[in-house]
């Protein structure tokens, strides 16, 4: 089967996970945060699923059994996943997938383009929100990201998806009143919306 007739038959119950790194400054030394994420390809709907030092592992595998959790696993419902070839994904965590019905496909290797989705989000909150903030901890890099996923969600139209945003709020499309701006991180994130008249 065609990769284009896959992609289009099972587009709903496919999911993609990747990692991005940032560097803080604890305790006055440079340290490389790991942020792993899974991604609902058909809504774009991202979950962070952890953020670690030391992604190795049993943290691997921890992260392995979250997200194949049958209540709140973000890949509970699904039954494609895509991966990488990273070592950080173990052939223990690949398993744990496996055994609750997820199939996993792991990508040629020096092919950003067959994860383009997941790509483009890293891409997206690096350049929109963690190049222009210094973090001292992991305390602070986990509010900036919280901060960007609900701005991603409820804020920030998607080309993708006919220029929607993926959850929007209540005021979202209003054509009444007038125009006001939500800032976000001390307005590296910004969105503009229609104040109830």
Request: glycine letters at 6%; aromatic letters at 14%.
């Amino acid at each position: 089967m065609p990769g284009s007739t896959f992609l289009k038959s099972h587009w709903g119950s496919i999911a993609a996970t990747d990692f991005f790194t940032v560097e803080a400054w604890p305790c006055f030394s440079l340290t490389r945060y790991c942020v792993f994420f899974c991604m609902d390809l058909s809504s774009r709907r991202v979950h962070i699923a952890g953020i670690s030092e030391c992604p190795f592992g049993a943290w691997m595998k921890q992260m392995g059994c979250n997200l194949a959790d049958p209540f709140d696993g973000s890949v509970a419902d699904m039954r494609y996943i895509i991966l990488n070839r990273d070592s950080l994904y173990t052939h223990e965590f690949r398993e744990l997938l496996k055994q609750v019905g997820v199939k996993v496909f792991r990508l040629p290797s020096r092919s950003p383009n067959l994860d383009a989705f997941a790509e483009r989000f890293v891409r997206m909150i690096k350049e929109s929100c963690l190049r222009q903030m210094i973090f001292f901890g992991e305390r602070s890099l986990r509010q900036a990201i919280n901060e960007f996923v609900a701005y991603y969600h409820h804020e920030r139209n998607h080309q993708g998806l006919k220029n929607r945003q993926i959850e929007p709020l209540a005021d979202v499309g209003s054509l009444y009143g007038s125009v006001v701006c939500r800032e976000r991180l001390g307005g590296v994130l910004r969105y503009y919306y229609r104040d109830a008249a």
